[in-house]
Each structure stands twice: as structure tokens, then as C-alpha cells.
């Protein structure tokens, strides 16, 4: 069996997030949850890890998501931000469809249920 390297990269902030995300996608992407916060090794280590990686940012639209995507696009200027409805304000809480569409206008497949 041959070892698929995943290009696709997308940074959430909590593991309710990452699991609702899994869900949708329908390619090897590889998910990462931030747990909200990013210390400066984890961030270094991320930033050396992501390097030639497709790296996508979806994160919550509140006070605490909004911080996390300011820090990331200073580190990763190259990645694409994706952007929930404020009325969901959090990843966890917007219906599946949202988010389907939404990684859909990014080009990473999703499962066709959801759209």
C-alpha cells in the first residue's frame, strides 16, 4: 500500500471543530486543532512542519477566533482564510452544508450529502 503525502492542511481551533470538519471533507486533507492558542514553539514547529504545504485557516468568528487568525496570517501569509457566517460564529455550531460549501469555494472535495 503506498504512503499518500497530504498536501491540503486546514487549522481549526478545537477538536469539536476538527471532528465536524473530517466529517465533510472527501480527500486526505490534514487537520489541525490549535486548542485555541498557539505558543511560540508550537508555532515555530508548525511553521517549519506547513513550510510546502496548501494551508487553509478556519477558524470560529468570535473575539477568540478573530486573535488566532490575526497570529496565523502574520506566520503563514501564504494560506487561505475560510470564513463562517458570523450568525454561526463557532465552526462546531454552523450546519454541515455551510462548512461544505465553504471548503467547496477552497477546491477541497467534500462529500456530496452535505451540498
Same mark, same amino acid.
Given at each position: 500500500?503506498?504512503? /499518500?503525502? =497530504? #498536501?491540503? =492542511?486546514?487549522? /481549526? ?11 465533510? $471533507?472527501? #480527500?486526505? /486533507? ?7 492558542? %498557539?505558543?511560540?514553539?508550537? !508555532?515555530? #514547529?508548525?511553521?517549519?512542519? %506547513?513550510?510546502?504545504?496548501? /494551508?487553509? $485557516?478556519?477558524?470560529?468568528?468570535? #473575539?477568540?477566533? *478573530?486573535?488566532?487568525?490575526?497570529? !496565523? +496570517? +502574520? ?8 470564513? $463562517?457566517?458570523?450568525?454561526? +460564529? *463557532? =465552526? ?6 455551510? $462548512?461544505? =460549501? ?12 452535505? %451540498?
Amino acid at each position: 500500500m503506498a504512503i /499518500v503525502e =497530504v #498536501e491540503k =492542511v486546514i487549522i /481549526v481551533e478545537g477538536r469539536s471543530d476538527k471532528r465536524k470538519v473530517e466529517s465533510i $471533507i472527501s #480527500e486526505p /486533507v490534514e487537520i489541525i486543532c490549535t486548542n485555541g492558542t %498557539l505558543g511560540t514553539a508550537k !508555532l515555530d #514547529e508548525l511553521i517549519d512542519a %506547513l513550510y510546502d504545504k496548501e /494551508v487553509y $485557516i478556519l477558524v470560529d468568528s468570535d #473575539e477568540a477566533g *478573530e486573535k488566532l487568525r490575526r497570529q !496565523l +496570517r +502574520r506566520e503563514f501569509p501564504h494560506a487561505e482564510h475560510l470564513y $463562517i457566517d458570523k450568525m454561526y +460564529r *463557532e =465552526v462546531a455550531a454552523a450546519p454541515k452544508h455551510h $462548512i461544505a =460549501v465553504v471548503l467547496l469555494s477552497a477546491n477541497i472535495d467534500v462529500h456530496a450529502q452535505y %451540498l
